[in-house]
């Protein structure tokens, strides 16, 4: 189809708004899509498309949100937070640190909530456990989630 002018498109969503609509559609429709979205580094709407950058380490982030049903279901939510069609791209970022907050300015992201910073410092940490690293190699597992606790 045609694109028309971007003056004659609806309004979308300003910045972190439609990052948290989108994950909020996906919570509801796909709760495993939706653990994946929010290890993202940062989501943005670039043009027609939003844009999910992942760190170069999540490399299973990027392969499960890279999933045909996932890529569709994405499309479908981020079009309707947006009010218009919008396409969906997983793009890998280049930290120039570990610093997340840099990762997500890097990209032009919003900035990573607290949340996803936990998460990922977290998930550093159980990758430093023998036990962890044992079960990982002998399964040849992946670490796609984890919370705190005991």
């Known amino acids: ?6 003056a004659a498109r609806p309004a979308s969503p ?9 994950l909020e559609r996906v919570t509801q429709r796909r709760m495993s899509a939706a653990t994946f979205l929010a290890q993202a580094a940062g989501v943005r709407l670039e043009g027609d498309d939003m844009v999910i950058s992942v760190l170069q380490k999540q490399v ?7 999933s045909p ?3 569709a279901l994405l499309r479908d939510e981020a079009s309707a937070a947006a009010g218009r069609p919008v396409g ?5 970022a280049s930290p120039p640190s570990d610093d ?3 990762v997500a300015a890097a ?6 909530n607290e949340t996803a910073r936990r998460r990922e410092q977290l998930l550093d940490e159980a990758m430093k456990e023998p036990v962890v690293r044992a079960v990982m190699d002998l399964f040849k597992g992946q670490i796609v989630d984890i919370r705190e606790g005991r």
């Open 69 to 71: 049903e996932t890529i």
């Open 107 to 112: 990209a032009g992201s919003e900035p990573v």
């Open 88 to 92: 969906v791209r997983v793009e890998v």
């Open 1 to 6: 189809p045609a694109a028309g002018p971007a």
């Open 14 to 22: 300003a910045g972190g708004a439609f990052a948290e609509a989108v």
């Open 60 to 66: 299973f982030v990027k392969t499960a949100l890279e």
């Open 100 to 102: 997340l907050s840099d």
